[in-house]
T-cell receptor, first 116, second 113 residues
Framework: GAVVSQHPSRVICKSGTSVKIECRSL??????MFWYRQFPKQSLMLMAT?????????EQGVEKDKFLINHASLTLSTLTVTSAHPEDSSFYIC????????????FGPGTRLTVT | GDSVTQMEGPVTLSEEAFLTINCTYT??????LFWYVQYPGEGLQLLLK?????DKGSNKGFEATYRKETTSFHLEKGSVQVSDSAVYFC????????????FGKGTRLSVIA
């Protein structure tokens, strides 16, 4: 159990367009989901914390108007990169914590975004 | 704030060699500690964890012991395989509740036959 999926796994878009990435917990309810960004050969940087039914909490330096996060249900969070630019190209990874089990996170397989 | 420091790679070993990847942490409370592994092109998978001092996490031949006195959680494996080639991340979670993980920078391991 405790599977997290992401869709799409890879996406290429043109500069100026918007891209939506979905993160789903397949077999458990996730009160909280996290969105991370990973640059090549680097560690994961937390972008935002997404709580079901409330606004996301963004880390310092992350533009909330550019990276829109919606956590509409206990199994789905979405990250929309608006007006994407080549510098937004990265590997985006979500994770989810099980409701009631506080410390363990389950990671999605990641989404590779390339903006041309 | 909380932080995790792990040895920089890349680390290249021959098959069946002994592996140690050092990890130390700084935290205000009593964190839970984790090792995650990332295979090429994939997301992170939990390798092992320890939630209190002196706990030993183990999985797939890997081990790490939570050492509060040295604030360390070093990853070890007695005999590595080519299939162990990946990036390994040490991480901690400090506060109870749904808090994000703090990651080290990752250590790339390459095992050659």
């Amino acid at each position: 159990g405790a599977v997290v999926s992401q869709h799409p796994s890879r996406v290429i878009c043109k500069s100026g367009t918007s891209v939506k990435i979905e993160c789903r917990s397949l077999d458990f309810q996730a009160t909280t989901m996290f969105w991370y960004r990973q640059f090549p050969k680097q560690s994961l940087m937390l972008m935002a914390t997404s709580n079901e039914g409330s606004k996301a909490t963004y880390e310092q330096g992350v533009e909330k108007d550019k990276f829109l996060i919606n956590h509409a249900s206990l199994t789905l969070s979405t990250l929309t990169v608006t007006s994407a630019h080549p510098e937004d190209s990265s590997f985006y990874i979500c994770s989810a914590t099980r409701t009631g089990i506080s410390y363990e996170q389950y990671f999605g397989p990641g989404t590779r975004l390339t903006v041309t | 704030g909380d932080s995790v420091t792990q040895m920089e790679g890349p680390v290249t070993l021959s098959e069946e060699a002994f592996l140690t990847i050092n990890c130390t942490y700084t935290a205000t409370g009593y964190p839970s500690l984790f090792w995650y592994v990332q295979y090429p092109g994939e997301g992170l998978q939990l390798l092992l964890k320890a939630t209190k001092a002196d706990d030993k996490g183990s999985n797939k031949g890997f081990e790490a012991t939570y050492r509060k006195e040295t604030t360390s959680f070093h990853l070890e494996k007695g005999s590595v395989q080519v299939s162990d080639s990946a990036v390994y991340f040490c991480a901690l979670s400090d506060l109870p509740g749904n808090t994000p993980l703090v990651f080290g920078k990752g250590t790339r391991l390459s095992v050659i036959a």
